[in-house]
C-alpha cells in the first residue's frame, strides 16, 4: 500500500521562506490526494453528487491537469498531456507530478518565484506566482475535498489517514 509518494507527508523544510511555504502546500496536497484517492472503487469513479457536477473520474483527470499545469507555472518545462488511463495509473501519474513540483521548488528560491510569469494556453496574459496559488492549486485542494466528501456520501468514506500530523492511517 505505499508504494505510492506520499504514504507519510515529508519532513518539513528546516526554514520558512516563500518557496518552502509552497513546497509544503505542495507536501499537503499530495498527502491528501493520495489518502482521499487510496480504495476508490468502480461504484465511487461514477458517482456525482448531482447532474452539473463532475464523476470522480472526471474530478481526477481536472486534478491531474491543475498539476501539469502548476508544474508548467514553476519550471517553464513543456506539460505531459493528459490521456485517459486507468484509476492505479492516474493516481501514479498525478502524484509524480506533485513530486516533481516538489523537486523543482527545492532547486529554487524565492527571487525566481517573485520573478516567475506564466502566461496560460487560455489566456494571452502574464500572471505571477500569486494566480498559481488562488488558480490552479486551491482548485485542486478543493477537488480533492470533493473527493474525500463524495466517497462519504457514497458510502465508501477515505481511510482515516492523521492530515494534521501527515501520517497514514494506523492499522
Known amino acids: ?19 518552502t511555504v509552497l513546497l509544503r502546500l505542495m507536501d499537503g496536497l499530495g498527502f491528501r490526494y493520495r489518502w482521499a484517492t487510496e ?6 469513479l461514477e458517482f456525482q453528487p448531482c447532474s452539473t ?40 501519474k498525478t502524484l509524480d507530478a506533485v513530486v516533481r513540483i516538489r523537486e523543482a521548488l527545492l532547486e529554487l528560491d524565492d527571487e525566481y518565484l517573485e520573478n516567475r510569469m506564466y502566461s496560460p494556453p487560455w489566456d494571452e496574459r502574464e500572471f505571477p506566482i500569486w494566480n498559481l496559488i488562488n488558480g490552479p492549486l486551491s482548485d485542486a485542494l478543493t477537488h480533492v475535498g470533493q473527493i474525500a466528501s463524495w466517497r462519504r456520501i457514497n458510502d465508501n468514506p477515505i481511510l482515516g489517514a492523521r492530515v494534521f500530523h501527515g501520517e497514514p492511517p494506523q492499522e
Open 1 to 19: 500500500m505505499n508504494e505510492l509518494p506520499y504514504y507519510r507527508i515529508p519532513e518539513p523544510p528546516k526554514s520558512m521562506t516563500a518557496t
Open 39 to 44: 480504495g476508490l472503487k468502480a461504484k465511487d
Open 53 to 92: 457536477s463532475m464523476r470522480v473520474w472526471e474530478l481526477l483527470a481536472h486534478i491531474h491537469r491543475l498539476l501539469i499545469v502548476s508544474e508548467e507555472f514553476i519550471t517553464g518545462n513543456e506539460p505531459e498531456k493528459v490521456t485517459p488511463v486507468s484509476l492505479d495509473e492516474r493516481r501514479k
